[in-house]
């Protein structure tokens, strides 16, 4: 009797134990235990952002905006560090940068992208916006949609895009009125085989450079030109090394915002909130002034009197294009068939 007195003992002291074990494993493991969206909210994040332009261009005042707005939505428990003219890192450095999280928040022009993803050159064929309208449309439609799931492959998280202007091209050898007027002359370009094969087509050559080496390439002579938005060249003074510029319009210079994705997923959601909250401010503005800033600096370098300007008209737009028709040919085999689709839809 003795014995199985005993024995009845072990069983019970085992069934509780296992019993304790495993219940205060299932508390551990509750996930109602953790409030998520609390989570995090009493300590202070210090988010670095880079860029590569001046602080009164577009994005350079975007960013500073940004910043402002981010800190007054989380009563200042998250600081966005602006990095402006590149003072940390060139454009292509910047992707490397975000990745190991030593910087949180990049705004790289949209053809320095295609050198991740070849789906983004789409917004690099030449003339293939006819204006302001068609760019919104692209960028903040499905276009921008069909890119920003393209990039997440690589583990950038697309928070937005912004606009900056149509860029316009500059050279200090002679007025480029016709296609051939740009043979023979080397162009500093971003990294952007359609952009490269642009300048190609048309018997020019073009040079990787950049941002921050512009400047000294053209005043060397290194290059004989560039293109570029009037803000941009009239903030960095390249325009004070050419000679001539043609108002052309025949490529967008846009930006995608980008956060390392999972160091996005690691913010506590209010913060997230804020910042989107924020972004889209930032974005509505810049979207209403933008081309206003582009405006007021084509009139300052009108004034400057440094450089001689030609406004392309329609009907040589429509030579430019003609000419340039081989670009469309090669990357519609390249870029993702349903980008060419929607492209084609905004065209008609
Ligand atoms: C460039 O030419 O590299 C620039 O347009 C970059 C920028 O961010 O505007």
Redesign the pocket.
Known sequence: MRGLITICSFLLVGVLTAHYIGFAHQADSDPKAVDKELEGLNEKYVLRFS???AEN?P?GLAASMFAQLVREKTDGWVEVQVFPNAMLYE?QAEFDALMKKDIHII???L??VTVIDPNWLVMDLPYVFRNEQMVEDALHGRIGELLFNSISDYGLHGITYWE?SF?QVTNRIRPIINPEDIEGLSV???PSEALSDTYRVLGAKPRLF??NE?YDVLSNGVVDG????L??IYSKGFYRQQNYMTVSNHNY?G?AVFMNGKFWDSLPVDHQNSIIEAMNEVTVWLREHSNKINTEMLARIENSNLIEIHHQTESEKMVWRNALKPVYEKYGQIIDPELITEVTKLQE
Do not use: C, G, I
């Not at 560039?226 to 938005?229: A, G, I, K, L």
């Open positions: 860029h590569v332009v261009t994005k454009a705004a790289p022009a053809s320095e900056n860029k500093r370009v971003m950049p941002f512009v560039t293109e570029n938005t803000s941009n210079l930006y």
